[in-house]
């Protein structure tokens, strides 16, 4: 039996977001909802901001195991050995063989107020930090009912596993959330990829359903012979070739990116903001009505700006 780690990345909510006291446990599901996205410009451009622009992002499944055997094949199948689905407007409900645990979802948290640990949940981008009124989803972005609302492009429901942060490669930023909307700025590092992490797994079933018009459609299975990783995430196809290129070491691709500006010669079609402008997304699947007083999205306070943006967020309910 082998261990399992789901990673979540890009544009996507998820919930339920951690207790604030001990145990740091739910009886789960943990619900991922990722936001539909046509390029457009951010709320601070029609406000009469510097101009910027969301770009389209895509769902995507990436994993290095192969289906099995009369099961749903990859959309794409990459040299590099990755397997690629596209489950736009799908509901996907995984499911685990074997004798996994733990089977709670158990939140990887430190009872002391220290510094945080490699992997603290606290890492994560917490809306009920950033924006209280704003921090659960809307009633019908996680209901089962169709057709799912319009703002939805996907769903991933998970029952159990050790929840976590990861970095994935990135740096260390601290970043500040404006315009603030709670008595101060919030102000933290956020690590911007979630792991689900199951032991005790001898494969993978994956239900999917329609969010248009309910009709399930072909599951995805694997076996795990050994350990695997199962990536999902709500990119722009510039991310997504960019790790497929570099074989998901997102480290040696930003080391290749600060050589080429050094050499003077940046990807033209990479574009660097100091504030993460896809954050603005969430708001569509979260309770609340936009007053137009700004939404709240990660800024750097310095140094570089932010590329291959994109930081998954807690929210407070799910189920």
């Known amino acids: 039996m082998s261990q399992l780690r789901i990673v979540f990345a890009g544009v996507g909510a998820i919930a339920p977001a951690h207790p604030d006291q001990e145990p740091f446990e739910d009886q789960g599901p943990l619900q991922v909802v990722f936001p539909a996205s046509s390029r457009r410009p951010t709320q601070g451009s029609e406000n009469g901001g510097t101009g910027a622009f969301i770009p389209i992002h895509f769902v995507q499944m990436m994993t290095k195991l192969p289906p099995r055997d009369g099961m749903r094949p990859p959309d794409v199948v990459r040299e590099s050995g990755w397997n690629v689905w596209h489950p736009v407007r799908e509901r996907l409900e995984i499911k685990f063989t074997g004798d996994p645990f733990p089977t709670r979802l158990v939140y990887q948290r430190d009872g002391n107020g220290g510094e945080l640990s490699e992997g603290d949940v606290r890492y994560l981008c917490d809306m009920r ?19 799912a609302i319009a703002e939805v492009e ?24 404006t315009p603030p909307r709670t008595q101060g700025v919030v102000r933290k590092t956020v690590a911007p990829e979630l792991v689900v992490t199951v032991n005790g797994v001898t494969g993978v079933e994956i239900e999917s359903q329609s969010l248009d018009s309910g009709q399930w459609l072909d599951p995805i299975a694997f076996d795990l012979p050994n350990n695997a990783e199962i990536r999902f995430g709500n990119l722009d196809p510039l991310d ?30 990479r574009e660097i903001n100091d504030r993460d402008v896809d954050f603005e997304l969430y708001y569509s699947v979260l309770d609340g009505a936009d007053d137009r007083n700004g939404l709240p999205a990660p800024q750097f306070e310095s140094g570089r700006g932010l590329e291959s943006n994109c930081y998954v967020v807690v929210v407070g309910n799910g189920h």
Do not use: C, W
Not at 243 to 268: H, V
């Open 129 to 147: 930090e950033i924006f209280p009124e704003r921090s659960t989803f809307r009633r019908n972005a996680v209901s089962r009912r169709t057709p």
């Open 154 to 177: 996907g769903q991933v429901i998970v029952p159990y596993g050790v929840i976590s942060s990861q970095f994935g490669g990135k740096d260390r930023r601290v970043v500040s959330f």
């Open 240 to 269: 997504v070739q960019r790790f497929i290129t570099f074989d998901g070491d997102l480290q040696r691709a930003m080391e290749e990116d600060e050589k080429q500006e050094r050499n003077g010669k940046r990807d033209p079609h």
